[in-house]
């Protein structure tokens, strides 16, 4: 099956099969040493010193866990959301009890970081920014630098919800000085569902020590405890542990350069091919496109499920379709991880068969 949804993403077998290992003792020896190579290698692939924690749960926990570490019930956040999962992140702070201040941007384009810049100049009281890096469910890719250095220029907070970019697209959390960063094993890094990982700066860590919002699993300082003696303080996904650190190491041995390059040829491909077909991709300035995950508009008058169906029936590709308002008005092609270019052509073959086939004359 040629699986492009955008996570979980496929991975390499012998990254499964590191994952069908034998248990072992998440308190001995053994696990210890695989924590410390795991964990020095995600500080090279998010590009930092501070401490990675790794936690038990998909990328959604990290979120949680960025917000329950840094802030207090009735804490202002600026909740900047271009998507759904924009949106996600401002749901978990309200949740917890702070008070919310969305800034929305039409979907299909970037923030603007001039905007998020002039709106915490005008609202001192406001002690976070909330924003996704990448946002999957409309395929565009903020520019996290630019809008960091708003946020850096009035003393604030950055939580940045890096899911479908960390390992693919480049992070670079220390140069761009981001308090706290998060993505999970599903998404770039080639591995099942099950881990997420959450780096975290030293404002970060100090707003903990005053942050009242409830925590316990996911509290920070506990996973940075354990850390020193090569344990977490719960019983980790350990299968998923085995996989992620044979798949960190075959990161590590291509090279993140040549890793993101390889996303950038992709998706370049994956954009050119859509259009060939005479498809309009959603995102309006191509600058600002995924290199992760491509959103392709529904041409007028074609059935999403039957342009889906077809393509899984018929071929063996599985793309997904639309999130939230965008449900019926797009699809999208996850590129981000294990994939080659033959997978992408096989995308396109399998469109130009199945296009006419829903209404659609394509163009080649
Ligand atoms: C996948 C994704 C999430 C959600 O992660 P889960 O692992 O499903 O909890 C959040 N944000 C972004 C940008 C994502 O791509």
Known sequence: MNLRIPGPTPCPEDVLLAGAQQMIDHRGPEFADIIARVHS?????????????????SGTGAMEAAIVNTLSPGDRVMNVSIGVFGDRFGQIAEAYGAEVVKMSVEHGTPADPDAIGAALAGDPSIKAVLVTHNETSTGVTNDIGAISKAVRAHDRLLLVDAISSVGCIPVATDAWDL???VTGSQKGFMVPPGLAFAAVGPRAR???????????YFDFEKHFSYFQQGQTPWTPAVSVMFSLDLAVQKLLADGMESVYTKHAKIASDVRAGVKALGLELLVQDEAYASNTVTAVKVPEG?????????MRTDHNVVMAGGQGPLSNSIFRIGHMGYITEDD???VMDSLADV?????FPVAV
């Not at 930092?48 to 038990?56: F, G, M, P």
């Open 344 to 346: 992408v052509a096989d």
């Open 206 to 216: 100090e707003a903990a020590k005053t942050a009242t919002m409830p925590r316990f």
């Open 179 to 181: 308090d706290v960063v």
């Open 355 to 359: 296009l006419p086939r829903v209404g």
């Open 41 to 57: 290698g995600l500080q090279t692939i998010f590009a930092t010193k501070n401490d990675v924690a790794i936690l038990t749960s």
């Open 302 to 310: 074609v059935e999403l499920s039957k342009l889906r169906g077809l």
